[in-house]
T-cell receptor, first 112, second 110 residues
Framework: DSGVTQTPKHLITATGQRVTLRCSPR?????VYWYQQSLDQGLQFLIQ???????AKGNILERFSAQQFPDLHSELNLSSLELGDSALYFC???????????FGEGSWLTVV | DAKTTQPNSMESNEEEPVHLPCNHS???????IHWYRQLPSQGPEYVIH???SNVNNRMASLAIAEDRKSSTLILHRATLRDAAVYYC???????????FGKGITLSVRP
């Protein structure tokens, strides 16, 4: 158990819908990362927050957004969902930027 | 971002040592070398990291070349549980993200 908690573990939704994935980082970790993993793309970095502020952006679509709240938990919002958004979404956290990161077990999103 | 190059796959026999290579010829002086592994249907798991000197922990050893352009992850006695995708990643000391490549898929034969 890495200490990073993600909910929900599995989610099935229809195209065009919107979902929110939630992440609670390890206790004391200030930095949160979101990654997307699909079969053909591998692990893709989406976005990173540090103590509530966005610090780095990767290949995140405009339909996706995220935020980190004052209690340090983070949410990833995915809207206007398409079939190609079906993937495993990982949250990870670290104490500070550049430190070792610890991953949650992921949220499986299936868009039908 | 500095890139790493790993073989696509490797096979090993159970209880034998495994050496997983990684090339990172464009590494900069402030890049730490990190290794993560991902077991099937799980999130990536930290294995080990180092800067210049060889490192050991309970999971593995990391051997870093003197010029730092390559490194080798050593599993001293492979078990079936070690079958996973292993990622070699460069992590700048003040870096803001970890970029994962395709990794190397390790298969362990009983």
């Amino acid at each position: 158990d890495s200490g990073v908690t993600q909910t929900p573990k599995h989610l099935i939704t229809a195209t065009g819908q919107r979902v929110t994935l939630r992440c609670s980082p390890r206790s004391g970790d200030l930095s949160v990362y979101w990654y997307q993993q699909s079969l053909d793309q591998g692990l893709q970095f989406l976005i990173q927050y540090y103590n509530g502020e966005e610090r780095a952006k990767g290949n995140i679509l405009e339909r996706f957004s995220a935020q980190q709240f004052p209690d340090l938990h983070s949410e990833l919002n995915l809207s206007s969902l398409e079939l190609g958004d079906s993937a495993l979404y990982f949250c990870a956290s670290s104490v500070v930027i550049g430190d070792t990161i610890y991953f949650g077990e992921g949220s499986w999103l299936t868009v039908v | 971002d500095a890139k790493t190059t790993q073989p696509n796959s490797m096979e090993s026999n159970e209880e034998e040592p495994v050496h997983l290579p990684c090339n990172h010829s464009t590494i900069s002086g402030t890049d730490y070398i990190h290794w993560y592994r991902q077991l099937p249907s799980q999130g990536p798991e930290y294995v080990i990291h180092g800067l210049t000197s060889n490192v050991n922990n309970r999971m593995a050893s990391l051997a870093i070349a003197e010029d730092r352009k390559s490194s080798t992850l050593i599993l001293h006695r492979a078990t079936l549980r070690d079958a996973a995708v292993y990622y070699c990643i460069l992590n700048p000391v003040r870096g803001s993200k970890l970029t994962f490549g395709k990794g190397i898929t390790l298969s362990v034969r009983p």
